[in-house]
């Protein structure tokens, strides 16, 4: 059967002394998929729109803000990662330049600069805290991970360098 992921992006926007990102607390939408959960910002790209595009797009609509300056930190093939068992391809972004202020909340949720060092102590999908150390880390590579999900649950985790 061939992979039909749906592509995806995520960004993780970081405060100009890089210390603190922002994150969307999922706390809107009842009937969310990711309810309860921090993430960063991003989602499904668009016909005809490539990764980066795609990412600026999503930044903009879900923080205000432009993306002036970001880099490719990796990307995650998550097989049955969706409500339905729908399998996900997602390019992980750092922004390290923008303009404009976000707001305090989206219509996804409330949106939070946390303090790098506190993000695992957050509610996060458990997978996040497998691959969220290889997004901020120093390591100039890129890193290319698969994290198949099972009913919900991840099931493992891989990447390369």
């Known amino acids: 059967m061939p992979y039909t992921p749906i592509v995806a992006t995520l960004g993780y926007v970081l405060s100009p002394d890089r210390t603190r990102v922002l994150m969307v607390h999922r706390n809107a939408r009842p009937d969310d998929h990711h309810l309860g959960k921090y993430n960063g910002l991003g989602g499904k790209l668009e016909p005809h729109e490539d990764v980066v595009t795609g990412m ?12 002036l300056d970001m ?7 998550w097989p049955g990662f969706g409500r ?17 202020t976000a707001p305090p909340r989206n219509a996804e949720g409330d949106l939070e600069w946390i303090e ?11 997978g996040d805290r497998q691959f969220l150390p290889l997004v901020f880390d120093a390591d100039p590579r890129p890193f290319h991970g698969v994290m198949p999900y099972r009913e919900g649950r991840m099931v493992s985790w891989a990447y390369s360098r």
Do not use: K, N, Y
């Not at 600026?56 to 993306?67: L, N, S, T, V, Y």
């Open 56 to 67: 600026r797009r999503e930044i903009r609509e879900e923080a205000g803000i432009d993306c």
């Open 71 to 77: 880099q490719l930190r990796g990307t995650i093939s």
């Open 84 to 100: 339905r068992g729908e399998d996900w391809l997602g390019f992980l972004f750092v922004i390290t330049g923008f303009e404009g």
């Open 116 to 126: 790098i060092a506190r993000v695992p102590d957050l509610p996060l999908w458990e």
